[in-house]
């Protein structure tokens, strides 16, 4: 099982990529985050996550529809510092987002029909709140479907999450909570 993200795939033009996290990166169960020892500077982007529930390799945005039937959410956590020392040293990132238990998956997910063209994401992070309105959402997971599969073959199981950029700073204390229209999806503590 692995989780392809297409980073800044929600409306942020200029900046979209993919990336991938291995299945230890699972946060599951609305368990709490712990801080890693390793970073202080702990960011987080929320978004959309679909389980994929058949084999795709090079599939067209077109033919996604039939990859997918569950939606649910996702939070990504990035060690920002972590980031900058690797752009300065100019290595990969991965040791920034690939650590174990940095990307939360809800463990309620919504019947992919159920779900609008136009889907209202709101995230509560400690005190501040982020909303955004998403339209044309299926075409948004058909496209993050499309990107991923022509990077890795994706199988049962796997993820794709098409997320806001990791831009909310997280401390220790603080609380996450993701809805999706009015479904709450993930509700976890930071520690």
Same mark, same amino acid.
């Given at each position: 099982?692995?989780?392809?993200?297409?980073?800044? !795939?929600? /409306? &942020? %033009?200029?900046?979209?990529?993919?990336?991938? =996290?291995?299945?230890? +990166?699972?946060? #599951?169960?609305? *368990?709490?985050?712990?801080?890693?020892?390793?970073?202080?500077?702990?960011?987080?982007?929320?978004?959309?996550?679909?389980?994929?529930?058949?084999?795709?390799?090079?599939?067209?945005?077109?033919?996604?529809?039939?990859?997918?039937?569950?939606? !649910?959410? /996702? &939070? %990504?956590?990035?060690?920002?510092?972590?980031? =900058?020392?690797?752009? +300065?040293?100019? #290595?990969?990132? *991965?040791?920034?987002?690939?650590?174990?238990?940095?990307?939360?998956?809800?463990?309620?997910?919504?019947?992919?029909?159920?779900?609008?063209?136009?889907?209202?994401?709101?995230?509560?992070?400690?005190?501040?709140?982020?909303?955004?309105?998403?339209?044309?959402?299926?075409?948004?997971?058909?496209?993050?479907?499309? =990107?991923?599969?022509?990077?890795?073959?994706?199988?049962?199981?796997?993820?794709?999450?098409?997320?806001?950029?990791?831009?909310?700073?997280?401390?220790?204390?603080?609380?996450?909570?993701?809805?999706?229209?009015?479904?709450?999806?993930?509700?976890?503590?930071?520690?």
């Amino acid at each position: 099982m692995k989780i392809i993200c297409a980073e800044n !795939g929600l /409306g &942020v %033009a200029g900046g979209e990529y993919l990336t991938m =996290r291995p299945d230890s +990166a699972v946060l #599951r169960e609305n *368990d709490d985050f712990y801080m890693p020892a390793f970073s202080g500077d702990v960011v987080c982007g929320c978004g959309v996550l679909v389980r994929i529930n058949r084999l795709a390799k090079c599939l067209a945005a077109k033919y996604a529809a039939r990859c997918y039937n569950a939606v !649910g959410a /996702g &939070v %990504a956590f990035v060690a920002r510092d972590i980031v =900058r020392q690797a752009v +300065a040293a100019g #290595r990969p990132c *991965d040791e920034a987002y690939c650590f174990d238990r940095s990307f939360a998956v809800s463990p309620v997910w919504v019947e992919a029909e159920a779900i609008g063209e136009t889907v209202s994401l709101h995230a509560t992070i400690g005190e501040r709140q982020i909303s955004a309105e998403i339209a044309d959402l299926r075409h948004l997971i058909d496209e993050g479907i499309s =990107r991923a599969s022509h990077l890795a073959t994706l199988k049962t199981g796997d993820m794709v999450f098409v997320g806001l950029p990791a831009s909310n700073e997280v401390r220790a204390g603080d609380g996450i909570e993701v809805r999706l229209n009015d479904c709450q999806l993930l509700c976890f503590g930071i520690k």
